[in-house]
């Protein structure tokens, strides 16, 4: 039953508009700035790093990545964040999450101009998020990939039950809060939710997105015929392999719709992450861009 999903198809034709939009640019002088910091060596960080740094080159992004060791302190960090906010060639700041514990997160997140805020985690950006304010302003770009994979996939989750575990700033909140934006009815799961309840408001979803960091956490007995799955988790096994948060091969003959992982929604996330950067480039330099994609 199930249809992949191909989130690497998908994000390559984002991409493709992407580079339309920064060739328009390029014709007035603009080259779109990305500024990446990490700071010590987590695993799905590295990941990201290393497909954006590649994927950035090709749509006329201009990328860089400072990197700092795992005890680096938070002055040294927030140093940076200043000089970065600072230099006009850069547009768009993301500092990798998780930072080391020494460094407050918190801290880190509002220092940088919500203006440059590509993650969208500055209170201000995060703030007009839930007050759904129309208009330009970054989101987070995980659930904003999410958002227009669904779109693509002709997914109108208006009346809908969706059903969205793992509640962090980075993926699952600000997932909730896009789809309470369109109107979808929002389960939010966490540690926290007794298995039961997991259970039954599961079997009840149309729509499942998992972002947990728990390989295999959900399986095809447990959804409704039909669901749709989203897995965002990036999980790597021991023997080099990498696992989403769903158990694909129980899931995929239940699923509609499903995402694969590796291809789903992490190559979505990088294409978003070049897409919000151009944007705001494009608002950084006063130019109105035409948006050949949903843009919310
Ligand atoms: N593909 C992509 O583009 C991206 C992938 N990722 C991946 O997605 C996953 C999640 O990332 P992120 O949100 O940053 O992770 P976090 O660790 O910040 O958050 C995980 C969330 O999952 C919840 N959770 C953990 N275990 C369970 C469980 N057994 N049952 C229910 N909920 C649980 C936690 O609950 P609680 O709050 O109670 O602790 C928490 O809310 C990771 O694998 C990460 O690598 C992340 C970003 C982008
Ligand atoms: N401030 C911040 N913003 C983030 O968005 C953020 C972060 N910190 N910290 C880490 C997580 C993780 N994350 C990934 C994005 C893409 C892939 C990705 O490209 N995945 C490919 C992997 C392909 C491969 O190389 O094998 C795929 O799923 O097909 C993975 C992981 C973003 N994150
Ligand atoms: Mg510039």
Redesign the pocket.
């Known amino acids: 039953m199930g249809k992949l999903i191909d989130g690497k198809q998908i994000a390559k034709d984002l991409r493709a508009a992407v580079a339309v939009q920064t060739e328009k640019l390029a014709t007035q002088g603009i080259t779109p700035g990305l500024a990446v910091i990490l700071v010590g060596d987590d695993p799905?960080s590295e990941i990201?790093v290393r497909n954006k740094e590649r994927a950035a080159g090709k749509v006329g992004v201009n990328a860089q990545t400072i990197k700092y060791p795992a005890d680096a302190s938070e002055a040294e960090v927030l140093a940076k964040i200043a000089e970065l906010n600072a230099d006009d060639s850069v547009d768009a700041i993301l500092v990798q999450?998780?930072v080391p514990s020494q460094i407050d997160e918190h801290k880190v997140q509002e220092a940088i101009d919500p203006r440059k805020d590509v993650d969208g985690f500055h209170p201000e950006n995060i703030g007009r998020l839930y007050a759904n304010r129309e208009g330009y302003y970054p989101v987070a770009n995980?659930p904003r990939?999410i958002m227009t994979m669904l779109h693509h996939e002709g997914v109108d989750v208006a009346g809908k039950h969706v059903v969205v575990?793992?509640?962090?700033i980075?993926?699952?909140r600000p997932m909730a809060a896009l789809l309470q934006g369109a109107n979808a009815t929002v389960s939010l799961?966490?540690?926290?939710?007794p298995a039961s309840l997991?259970e039954l408001l599961v079997s009840e979803a149309d729509v499942v997105i998992v972002?947990?960091?728990?390989a295999g956490?959900i399986k095809g007995s447990e959804l409704k015929a039909g669901a749709v799955v989203i897995d965002?988790?990036?999980?790597r096994l021991e023997d080099g392999s990498l696992v989403g948060?769903v158990d694909f091969a129980s899931a995929e003959p239940v699923a509609s719709l499903i995402t694969p992982?590796p291809g789903?929604?992490?190559p979505?996330?990088i294409a978003t992450l070049l897409q919000t950067t151009v944007e705001l480039a494009a608002q950084h330099h006063g130019v109105a861009l035409e948006d050949p994609w949903q843009t919310i």
Request: no cysteine; charged share 10%; net charge positive.
């Open positions: 799905a990201y999450s998780p995980t990939g575990i793992g509640r962090s980075l993926v699952g799961l966490h540690r926290y939710t997991t972002a947990t960091g728990v956490l965002v988790g990036i999980n948060d992982v789903g929604v992490g979505m996330t």
